[in-house]
């Protein structure tokens, strides 16, 4: 029996590994002929053996710096080329700096909001005739950090608000055309870019990491570390037909480790 995304196309920006990676192998499973775009083509074919080994078509990469206007529009121009159609975009690229803020060097917050949020807008123009046609779904990636700030994590934090509020501003424009708008704010996940916050963590205050990651835990209240697979189950949820009637919303992933209600 057919599978609900066979013969459709998924394109995931950060998606040679970690979160990124867990979302099109989460597709693939169900049919869908992933794209996996990113800067690093060492990453990308090691990112497409872990998803076509999950199933579905063979995943099509393409390796180019997303936070440059020429990038996305590589990205698009290449799916548009080969298949004419794009009926989900997962936003997921962007790996900003943590770290003391006096620390924190002006390239730095360019760079994290070049790669996280004007990589996403640029992608989500572009991708909008095609998924329009579709009745797609964009869904986008942004983190914890978007609603508990911290001094030590003020990029991330303020690149992944910006997100959610451009995520909820577009909701007329989805409702308009069709196309389902949302994002999720992952928490902590075991992935390489968690190890590597884990290491700016421990540096800014004079911690060592298994400190650092015990703290994560008791202070949280969590249960465990979270795995790209739960974001994966919940991005599946959203682009699917169940999930068509949660438009222009957030929703976070983390065990219940952001405190206050929302």
């Not at 290449?78 to 943590?98: H, I, P, Q, S, W």
């Not at 964009?138 to 030590?152: D, K, Y």
Request: some cysteine.
């Amino acid at each position: 029996m057919p599978k609900e995304f066979d013969g459709k196309v998924v394109v995931v920006s950060g998606g040679s590994r970690g979160i990124g990676r867990g979302i099109a192998a989460a597709f693939a499973r169900e049919c869908a002929q992933t794209v996996l775009a990113a800067s690093n083509p060492a990453t990308l074919a090691e990112g497409a053996k872990a998803v076509a080994a999950a199933g579905g078509p063979e995943p099509m990469t393409i390796a180019g710096d997303l936070r440059t206007l020429a990038g996305c529009e590589q990205v698009f121009a290449e799916v548009n080329k080969r298949f004419k159609r794009c009926d989900v975009l997962v936003n997921n690229a962007g790996a900003t700096k943590g770290g003391k803020f006096f620390d924190l060097a002006d390239d730095l917050w360019a760079d994290g909001f070049a790669l996280k949020y004007h990589a996403a807008v640029r992608l989500t123009r572009l991708f909008w005739p095609l998924l329009k046609e579709a009745h797609g779904t964009v869904i986008n990636i942004g983190g914890g950090a978007a609603r508990s700030p911290g001094p030590e994590f003020l990029i991330g934090g303020s690149v992944n608000a910006a997100l959610g509020n451009f995520t909820k501003g577009l909701t007329a424009l989805g409702n308009r055309d069709d196309i389902n708008v949302n994002i999720v704010h992952p928490g902590t996940v075991q992935t390489e870019r968690h190890d590597q916050l884990v290491a700016s963590f421990a540096k800014a205050q004079n911690k060592t990491e298994e400190q650092v990651r015990a703290e994560q835990l008791t202070k949280a209240g969590l249960r465990r570390i979270g795995q790209p697979e739960d974001v994966a189950n919940l991005v599946l949820f959203l682009a699917s037909a169940k999930g068509r009637h949660v438009q222009g919303t957030s929703v976070t992933v983390d065990g219940g480790g952001t405190p206050g209600y929302y």
